[in-house]
């Protein structure tokens, strides 16, 4: 049962081949037998057996959707009502969500079954989910690999079929990147289309929901649930929301696909650019033009997101103070105690690396230095997107630099950790949507392939990526867990 996609498995239960509480304990068996992958931090096993008895009923009334009876999973920073939502964080880790994130609140209309919060990055600030307060996510590929971060529980779940399909949040490449690492395919929409109401803000003006499933067809399928409108966030785009899988079978004769030669130098990994340059031979064989941009600024992107997302996560995180919610220390002397201890205690190293960082670039006297300046670079970063995509249908780059690393290889040395996202960082400073498909395996591991659009313009990425997963079988390899 956990081979089949979405549309398979749908069509199994309306023919009543299985019952959704049979295939919902079928999965939750499976992350059992799985635990040591470390996917999920919570697991909510009755609830889901509970909305698998409702979506039976729903099925056989004849009212139900694609995705009724479906078991799936949330990132743990997406709030889901009387369950704990920790963000990875020990400051969380006593928390439980009062209400429903808004695609939560979605994926429960349409009568999706929930199996559980899966394992993140500590407040989506990470490139391996090495940072969890619940320990690193093991790559189902290898088990000494990360599995990517910041959205790696729900990269391994879906690589593991320890769930059909999942949720994830990217500010920086936490979707995409983790994606690639885990050989699954990855969606990061426009920003704004997917409401970030009740998802734990980390870069408020870089932060996206999307979907995470084996093959572009699914995340199609959990995208179009989970986008729209929402008056209750004020970044969420008044816009409509199109068939996501109306033209997935779309021809690609004629598409234009840019190649920028910023990144496909002599710098990018020998196999890495091998393995893409077959996946680019493949789509001229589909009748794709490809064509050589270029984007100056995209050099600058590092400095300038680490700039933007520390400053805004210092703001952010200003809230988690003992006081409110959340962890607080025992026994604090006074107020000043009681904020210092609580923060020191419970956030991790990555967490008040990054908090230092904003706080400093927001102080008096660097403001302009940094924060403006960053965001004057973020700016030009967006005008040479919009430039080259006045000429081509889509951007194609890598996604990584390398296969996924070994757990603990890179936590030593920041800078290093943060040059996994070089590739995927620009696209969240220019609000862009991107998705990560699988594009082979080198020494064993998979290696994903970026395909960025124009701003909304997620119907034509989810086309180009089914197009190619129809002539190739990358996103239907497993990693050999029984």
Same mark, same amino acid.
């Given at each position: 049962?956990?081979?089949?996609?979405?549309?398979?498995?749908?069509?199994?239960?309306?023919?009543?081949?299985?019952?959704? &509480?049979?295939?919902?304990?079928?999965?939750?068996?499976?992350?059992?037998?799985?635990?040591?992958?470390?996917?999920?931090?919570? =697991?909510?096993?009755?609830?889901?057996?509970?909305?698998?008895?409702?979506? *039976?009923?729903?099925?056989?009334?004849?009212?139900? @959707?694609?995705?009724?009876?479906?078991?799936?999973?949330?990132?743990?920073?997406?709030?889901?009502?009387?369950?704990?939502?920790?963000?990875?964080?020990?400051?969380?880790?006593?928390?439980?969500?009062?209400?429903?994130?808004?695609?939560? @609140?979605?994926?429960?209309?349409?009568?999706? =079954?929930?199996?559980?919060?899966?394992?993140?990055?500590?407040?989506?600030?990470?490139?391996?989910?090495?940072?969890?307060?619940?320990?690193?996510?093991?790559?189902?590929?290898?088990?000494?690999?990360?599995?990517?971060?910041?959205?790696?529980?729900?990269?391994?779940?879906?690589?593991?079929?320890?769930?059909?399909?999942?949720?994830?949040?990217?500010?920086?490449?936490?979707?995409?990147?983790?994606?690639?690492?885990?050989?699954?395919?990855?969606?990061?929409?426009?920003?704004?289309?997917?409401?970030?109401?009740?998802?734990?803000?980390?870069?408020?003006?870089?932060?996206?929901?999307?979907?995470?499933?084996?093959?572009? @067809?699914?995340?199609?399928?959990?995208?179009?649930?989970?986008?729209?409108?929402?008056?209750?966030?004020?970044?969420?785009?008044?816009?409509? &929301?199109?068939?996501?899988?109306?033209?997935?079978?779309?021809?690609?004769?004629?598409?234009?696909?840019?190649?920028?030669?910023?990144?496909?130098?002599?710098?990018?990994?020998?196999?890495?650019?091998?393995?893409?340059?077959?996946?680019?031979?493949?789509?001229?064989?589909?009748?794709?033009?490809?064509?050589?941009?270029?984007?100056?600024?995209?050099?600058?992107?590092?400095?300038?997101?680490?700039?933007?997302?520390?400053?805004?996560?210092?703001?952010?995180?200003?809230?988690?103070?003992?006081?409110?919610?959340?962890?607080?220390?025992?026994?604090?002397?006074?107020?000043?105690?009681?904020?210092?201890?609580?923060?020191?205690?419970?956030?991790?190293?990555?967490?008040?690396?990054?908090?230092?960082?904003?706080?400093?670039?927001?102080?008096?006297?660097?403001? *302009?230095?940094?924060?403006?300046?960053?965001?004057?670079?973020?700016?030009?970063?967006?005008?040479?997107?919009?430039?080259?995509?006045?000429?081509?249908?889509?951007?194609?780059?890598? &996604?990584?630099?390398?296969?996924?690393?070994?757990?603990?290889?890179?936590?030593?040395?920041?800078?290093?950790?943060?040059?996994?996202?070089?590739?995927?960082?620009?696209?969240?400073?220019?609000?862009?949507?991107?998705?990560?498909?699988?594009?082979?395996?080198?020494?064993?591991?998979?290696?994903?392939?970026?395909?960025?659009?124009?701003?909304?313009?997620?119907?034509?990425?989810?086309?180009?990526?089914?197009?190619?997963?129809? =002539?190739?079988?990358?996103?239907?390899?497993?990693?050999?867990?029984?």
């Amino acid at each position: 049962m956990h081979n089949k996609t979405i549309s398979e498995l749908a069509q199994s239960l309306r023919a009543k081949e299985f019952s959704s &509480v049979e295939l919902t304990q079928h999965f939750l068996n499976r992350v059992k037998q799985h635990a040591d992958l470390n996917a999920f931090i919570t =697991v909510t096993e009755d609830l889901a057996l509970h909305a698998a008895q409702a979506a *039976d009923a729903r099925i056989a009334s004849g009212n139900a @959707e694609l995705l009724t009876g479906i078991p799936m999973a949330h990132k743990d920073i997406f709030c889901t009502q009387d369950v704990k939502t920790t963000c990875g964080s020990k400051m969380l880790d006593n928390f439980i969500a009062p209400y429903n994130a808004t695609i939560v @609140e979605k994926l429960n209309a349409v009568g999706a =079954v929930n199996l559980g919060k899966l394992n993140m990055d500590e407040f989506a600030m990470g490139s391996s989910n090495e940072t969890s307060f619940y320990g690193a996510v093991k790559n189902p590929w290898n088990k000494n690999a990360v599995s990517g971060g910041s959205s790696g529980g729900s990269a391994a779940a879906v690589a593991a079929q320890l769930a059909v399909c999942t949720t994830g949040s990217d500010t920086g490449g936490s979707i995409r990147q983790p994606a690639a690492f885990c050989g699954i395919t990855g969606i990061k929409p426009t920003y704004g289309r997917v409401s970030r109401y009740g998802m734990i803000a980390y870069a408020s003006s870089l932060d996206q929901g999307g979907s995470m499933a084996r093959s572009a @067809e699914d995340c199609a399928i959990l995208l179009q649930a989970m986008a729209g409108f929402d008056a209750k966030d004020s970044t969420s785009v008044d816009a409509p &929301v199109p068939d996501y899988c109306a033209d997935l079978n779309k021809p690609l004769a004629g598409l234009k696909i840019g190649l920028p030669k910023e990144f496909f130098t002599a710098d990018l990994n020998a196999d890495m650019a091998a393995t893409l340059e077959t996946a680019i031979n493949e789509y001229k064989k589909l009748g794709a033009e490809i064509k050589e941009v270029s984007m100056p600024n995209l050099k600058y992107a590092i400095p300038a997101y680490y700039v933007i997302a520390s400053a805004e996560c210092s703001s952010n995180l200003s809230r988690f103070d003992g006081v409110r919610f959340g962890y607080r220390c025992e026994n604090p002397a006074d107020l000043n105690d009681l904020y210092t201890r609580s923060r020191g205690e419970a956030f991790g190293k990555e967490v008040k690396r990054r908090i230092l960082m904003g706080t400093y670039a927001l102080s008096a006297g660097y403001y *302009d230095a940094y924060y403006l300046k960053a965001q004057q670079v973020r700016r030009l970063i967006s005008e040479d997107f919009k430039n080259a995509l006045n000429d081509v249908d889509v951007i194609f780059s890598p &996604v990584t630099p390398t296969p996924a690393f070994n757990i603990g290889e890179k936590l030593a040395n920041p800078i290093e950790m943060y040059l996994a996202d070089i590739y995927t960082i620009a696209i969240n400073l220019a609000g862009l949507p991107a998705m990560s498909i699988p594009a082979g395996l080198i020494n064993g591991l998979p290696v994903g392939l970026q395909v960025i659009g124009n701003y909304f313009d997620e119907a034509r990425l989810l086309n180009v990526a089914h197009a190619y997963q129809n =002539v190739t079988d990358w996103h239907k390899q497993s990693p050999n867990l029984g």
